[in-house]
T-cell receptor, first 109, second 112 residues
Framework: EDQVTQSPEALRLQEGESSSLNCSYT??????LFWYRQDPGKGPEFLFT???AGEEKEKERLKATLTKKESFLHITAPKPEDSATYLC??????????FGTGTSLTVIP | KAGVTQTPRYLIKTRGQQVTLSCSPI?????VSWYQQTPGQGLQFLFE???????NKGNFPGRFSGRQFSNSRSEMNVSTLELGDSALYLC???????????FGPGTRLTVT
């Protein structure tokens, strides 16, 4: 069965303290791995799509990487406005999206 | 380009009632998916429609149903509401199966 596990569940960082979020997955025929950001009470906001192992995408302080078993979302020198829940999703050969339960990030000024 | 819109944004219903939620996708997007989000379970897939046909369905009881119209707008219906149906219901659209999904703001349903 397709499955996505995210760790840690929650992460508190000081402003400027870089770190990484992990998304490990098992899926039949990976079509894509997606990262989203969700603020409280809002819908998830699309960040990145990764399609194959070795691929990397960057946007401002965020960088997403992909291996055959997991993906990392690296946050460099985070700011308080980066505080949110970060969700990972995979799309397998069945074309359905499977979401992890997310990592709640808090960046303290 | 306008994003995904959902109506209503908030809804309070009584156990046993039924409810219909509406979703308008981004212009040009032919696929609409519905998700239930709760604090304990995260995002749970309900179903996906593409060109008015249900393409995928999650593990939810038959009380949850949906449909898609020729203009790609979609509705989701929940009959015989239960307290456990209280959740944020999210709609997402995408251009086609190989593209990312874009989410609406959600409908917060409270069942009392």
């Amino acid at each position: 069965e397709d499955q996505v596990t995210q760790s840690p569940e929650a992460l508190r960082l000081q402003e400027g303290e870089s770190s990484s979020l992990n998304c490990s997955y098992t899926v039949s025929g990976l079509r894509g791995l997606f990262w989203y950001r969700q603020d409280p009470g809002k819908g998830p906001e699309f960040l990145f799509t990764l399609y194959s192992a070795g691929e990397e995408k960057e946007k401002e302080r965020l960088k997403a990487t992909l291996t055959k078993k997991e993906s990392f979302l690296h946050i460099t020198a985070p700011k308080p406005e980066d505080s949110a829940t970060y969700l990972c999703a995979v799309q397998g050969s069945g074309n359905q999206f499977y979401f992890g339960t997310g990592t709640s990030l808090t960046v303290i000024p | 380009k306008a994003g995904v819109t959902q109506t209503p944004r908030y809804l309070i219903k009584t156990r046993g009632q039924q409810v219909t939620l509406s979703c308008s996708p981004i212009s040009g997007h032919r696929s609409v998916s519905w998700y239930q989000q709760t604090p304990g379970q995260g995002l749970q897939f309900l179903f996906e429609y593409f060109s008015e046909t249900q393409r995928n369905k999650g593990n939810f009881p038959g009380r949850f149903s949906g449909r898609q119209f020729s203009n790609s707008r979609s509705e989701m219906n929940v009959s015989t509401l239960e307290l456990g149906d209280s959740a944020l219901y999210l709609c997402a659209s995408r251009r086609d199966i190989f593209y990312e999904q874009y989410f609406g703001p959600g409908t917060r349903l409270t069942v009392t």
